[in-house]
């Protein structure tokens, strides 16, 4: 109690030394023109001007949303090279919703803010919340899920964690950046309810819910207009209708028009280019300006922005935290996230936890198992402190009582960088230059003969190795020559021919336990009927392979949810069956508000693993529902949700209890079911947990193009309760007799 009312005081006495908003207009007031503009465009590639005379500092920006990037030069993509910017590798965003775990996601935020305050910056480029339309997309890793609810759900808690360190967390990219094919320019197309049903919740959860300081635009444009600078999306969504008073950042070279960018909201103008007096919003905004094309009080409005946040961060007062990095507790936390994130895909015969006795030899095949993926995928690349690689986190838990083999089964190249060019400079340098696509999948470090030859060689090995092999892992999946920045996929086929390497190993040794890691959903149908134990995880952080091991030898047993639908094919996809991926010039999504498992359901598609499916290795009985009807109270709940949960199993274990809304009779298209609610309990065998969960009447709503407002119909729903999207355990209806009306801008 002590240390709370310690951190309280604290945190009101700072609070009293900030400016209130009279000497924060006081303060606007004492800036030149040329003071002003130079606050609102980039000085260096990472951060704004400062103004000195009164003691307003840089803002200082760093990606991203696996830790704070290393440093470069203040002018060009060359990294400084020194040891001083080593840090900590959190799982990807994906990784962070496959724990379903809320309370992880502000620990996780926690890490991120503290790692970025003590690596001396003041907004963190993190998260990344678009929704995964398409499981090709090169940057899924990045962004959360499928579903709106859950992205919501785990953002908020992410965000707040980021900003208890005196740092912004910067929720990206707004709006629509679904593909990185032509993401700099292709032209977007979403109807009315698909936008406030789908793509718009995340968004507004994070600025209304978890108070997020800063929001960066998107590279693609909406409607005929460039999203850094879109009336629509920031003027009379993000600033009139949200309230939103924080500070709206383009992506890195987002920015195409100085009057649009004027006029339309944007307060801070990035790129990827040194010549900063030529930005948009530089020289050509003051010119402008002196041309009487643009009010100067638009400028006000975007340095009162920034001096607003940096009171909030107190760097005006110089009364602020000074966080750390590397430390032995952000470790732990990350390792929390890891562990819990890992999905148990299938489990027949009790295939895993693996036991192996003393003096067994257990091979492990595949290049993933000796690969580590913390210095790839674009912007989100870290200059990671340590990786653990699952070969090195297998070793280490086994210890010398076994004997581990490894055998690498395909070739792959090893790169510098995410590029494939063993260069210096890094790739962002040319990151505008989508010309650069054909090179890049065309760059090669072999000759293809070369290849096909250590191909062969590589399996005739790990064939022959299989033979005195006690237990045999394989694991592969992708990497980061695939999930990246700024190239989408072409299926989601395996690299490397690994399905036929996998075919073969199964020829052999039925017993082979398999492992994927990658960003994004793989189709493994050609021999997934075939296996008995597979894992999969997510990009997962510096301490993945020691949570792997944990989970492959059951020492940890595996609670993650997949956060997106894995269909059996890329013909099943909503976006590849209405045709609209990746586009031309343009891109419209004819699918609506029917994305990922929404789709899957209303179409009677079998998924080969559905959204929120991951097995554990004890049981769990779902019983006693219960529905009491809260509508007679005349609040904001109209129904709360009873049931019991029970460790039926032999092992402690954490199951994430999912509840699902679907109307029965709505005069509307609507999903079969969505998202509403879920509970990450912790059971030791033999333990009953009683879950309550309250929903309320947007729980129940469907988004109106006439009325523009959100509605819930008088009509019957069903509520269901169960381990996944496909594995529900008890129903029950709740019939709502009255109709209500809920404004889009309240909700």
Known sequence: M???????????????????????????????????????????????????????????????????????????WFPLGNTDDFTLYLPCNSALAATFNKELAYEAGTVLGDEARGRGKDMILAPGINIHRDPRCGRNFEYMSEDPYLISEICVPFIKGIQTNDVSACVKHFAFNNQETRRMDVDTYVDERAIWEIYFPGFYAAIKKAGCKSIMGAYNQFRGQYCCHNEYLIQEVLRNEWGFDGVVVSDWGGVHDTLEAAK?????????????????????????????????????????????????????????KSGTFNSISNMQKIQSVSDESIILLKNDNGALPLNPKKGEKILVIGDNANRVHAN????????????????????????????????????????????????????QATSLDQSLDLAIKQNKVLPDDVIDHLNKEYLERALSACDDADHVIYIGGLNHDYDVEAQDKDSLKLPYGQDRIIEKLLEKRRDMIIVMIGGSPIDMSSWEPSVNGILFHYYNGLLSGTSLANVLFGKVNPSGKLPTTFPRSLDDVPSKIYGEYPGDDSVTYHEGILVGYRHYDYNNIQPLYPFGHGLSYTEFDYSNLKIVDNTFANNDILCSVHLDVTNIGASFGKEVVQLYVGAKDSTVLRPRQELKGFEKIALTPGEKQSITFELNKMDFSYYDTETKSYQVDACTYQILIGSSSRSIHLEATFDNTKSYTIERSSY
Not at 268 to 297: F, G, Q
């Open 376 to 427: 790839g995928g674009g912007s989100g690349e870290i200059k990671a402190l340590y990786e653990i690689s699952p070969l090195l986190g297998i070793k280490m838990l086994l210890g010398g009582n076994y004997e581990v083999a490894y055998e690498p089964g395909y070739y792959t190249r090893v790169v510098g960088n995410v590029w494939g060019r063993e260069v210096s400079e890094n790739w």
């Open 264 to 320: 339309n909201g944007l307060d801070l103008e990035m790129s990827v280019t040194d010549d900063y007096d030529d930005y948009y919003m530089a020289n050509p905004l003051k010119k402008a300006i002196e041309d009487h094309l643009v009010d100067a009080s638009l400028i006000d409005e975007k340095v009162l922005h920034i001096l607003n946040v940096m009171n909030e961060l107190n760097m005006l007062d110089g009364d602020r």
């Open 2 to 76: 002590n240390l709370l009312l310690t951190l309280l005081f604290e945190s009101l006495h700072r609070k009293e030394n900030r400016m209130n908003k009279q000497q924060l207009k006081e303060l606007l007031s004492q800036l030149t023109l040329d003071e002003k503009i130079g606050m609102i465009h980039g000085c260096t590639l990472f951060k704004s001007k400062a103004v000195t005379r009164l003691g307003i500092p840089s803002l200082v920006t760093s990606d991203g949303p696996m830790g704070v990037r290393n440093e470069f030069q203040e002018h060009a």
